[in-house]
């Protein structure tokens, strides 16, 4: 496919761990932003950011055009998924939803589908269907995979799939098709 535009943005979150005597502790990550046309659809009154001058006269003159806000930058921050966080799972690479929300929320609109390309914890596609959005995706290892089927089945974690539950029995696993759209 043609992408004529790649863009990078950020995420960036406090963390307490991976720090070095040598480098910069790495608190961030990078988001690949692609658009394939120039003219894409980007919903900005989705994702605006409060005015931080509201009483400055041009904000104001925006304000009265129906103008929800400032166009949030290219960089965010959200924290990390805690470990005592409600969303957590034993997966070890959960993305904060309010992340995923505020992404799905800048580009697409109820019934858009969503291409998920890792399932992953399931976090995403939970987001997907509370945003009333379709999506497609995949996961490939069967433990994940399982969990993602039961949390999209039951529209919760399952308590074996906490973190302090790390020991799930594989033998009780289903292990179905690989791919799941909605
Ligand atoms: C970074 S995690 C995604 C986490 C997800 N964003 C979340 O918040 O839960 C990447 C996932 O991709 C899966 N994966 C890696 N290679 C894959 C492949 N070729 N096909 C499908 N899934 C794959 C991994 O098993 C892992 O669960």
Redesign the pocket.
Known sequence: MDIPERLIDTWIFNTNVGHSPKRFTTAHRSILHCRKAAHNKFYKEQVAQPYQNPTDRRIQQRMAQGQKGRMPYSWFYFDL?KNVSREK?F???????KL?EMLILSCTQPGDVVL?????????LEVCRRLGRRFLT????PT?HAMILERLRTGQICEKYRLTKRTVPVKELAIQP?LWSE
Do not use: K, L, N, R
Not at 91 to 97: A, F, K, L, T, V
């Open positions: 998924v799972t997966h070890s690479c959960q993305i904060p939803q995923s998920v390309h890792f399932g992953g914890s399931g976090a995403e995949a996961e490939i290892d994940y690989m």
